[in-house]
């Protein structure tokens, strides 16, 4: 079971996201919470595998609330869920150490492959996110194609899955697009996260783009 934490400040908001998630089998919703403070005390008393975190919200914000979740409880993964799509939003939730990013007007689907995708530690961007954040990172980044200093350059075929990475599409879409199997998709990115010396499919996104591999 995926043990999920809600916390919004909107009190119907969290019944109904209860309500919603409870129909899935593998989870269990252990708590909500109406503030970023509430949602610490709880996290250490229920110890979620994931945290659906508002942003905005009384005494304690969203943003706050996920950095020092992050500090005492690393294991539980925050997905931002929000109705703000600001640049800064953005960017200051994943540097809180957000794992996803999604808009309140996500299909039920999209939410639950989120959940299930943060629960094994992968990350979950809105499509229009990832562009917003690839597009920032592509216009701070240095200037210049730096792949030629890769080791290990990458493949033809593990660029078109980084790709579909940052257009925000999940392993399983991936394999669909590509006709392979998900265990495939998987082992590409394994080798994708070793040869560019990164930890997770976000920060392969980051550094592909400082390289100009997704340029090409």
């Given at each position: 079971m995926i043990k999920i934490l809600i916390v919004d400040d909107q009190s119907l908001f969290r019944e109904g996201l209860n309500t919603l998630l409870s129909v899935q089998t593998d989870f269990s919703v252990v708590g909500e919470a109406a503030n970023g403070e509430e949602s610490l005390r709880m996290a250490i008393?229920?110890?979620?595998?994931?945290?659906?975190?508002?942003?905005?919200?009384?005494?304690?914000?969203?943003?706050?609330?996920?950095?020092?979740?992050?500090?005492?409880?690393?294991?539980?993964?925050?997905?931002?869920?929000?109705?703000?799509?600001?640049?800064?939003?953005?960017?200051?939730?994943?540097?809180?150490?957000?794992?996803?990013?999604?808009l309140k007007d996500v299909s039920s689907e999209k939410l639950y492959e989120a959940i299930r995708a943060a629960a094994k530690g992968e990350y979950f961007l809105h499509p229009a996110v990832?562009?917003?954040?690839?597009?920032?990172?592509?216009?701070?980044?240095?200037?210049?194609?730096?792949?030629?200093?890769?080791?290990?350059?990458?493949?033809?075929?593990?660029?078109?899955?980084?790709?579909?990475?940052?257009?925000?599409?999940?392993?399983?879409?991936?394999?669909?697009?590509?006709?392979?199997?998900?265990?495939?998709?998987?082992?590409?990115?394994s080798n994708i996260l070793s040869k560019l010396g990164v930890k997770d499919r976000m920060q392969a996104v980051f550094k592909a783009t400082e390289f100009g591999i997704l340029r090409k």
């Open positions: 008393q229920f110890q979620p595998d994931v945290v659906l975190m508002d942003l905005r919200m009384p005494i304690m914000d969203g943003i706050t609330a996920t950095q020092r979740l992050r500090n005492i409880l690393p294991q539980s993964k925050v997905i931002v869920l929000t109705t703000f799509d600001e640049d800064k939003d953005i960017y200051d939730g994943l540097r809180a150490g957000a794992v996803g990013y999604l990832t562009a917003k954040v690839v597009a920032e990172y592509s216009r701070i980044s240095r200037i210049g194609d730096l792949e030629s200093s890769l080791e290990n350059p990458l493949s033809a075929r593990e660029i078109e899955i980084l790709k579909l990475v940052a257009s925000g599409k999940s392993n399983k879409e991936i394999a669909d697009i590509l006709v392979i199997a998900e265990g495939t998709v998987k082992n590409h990115l």
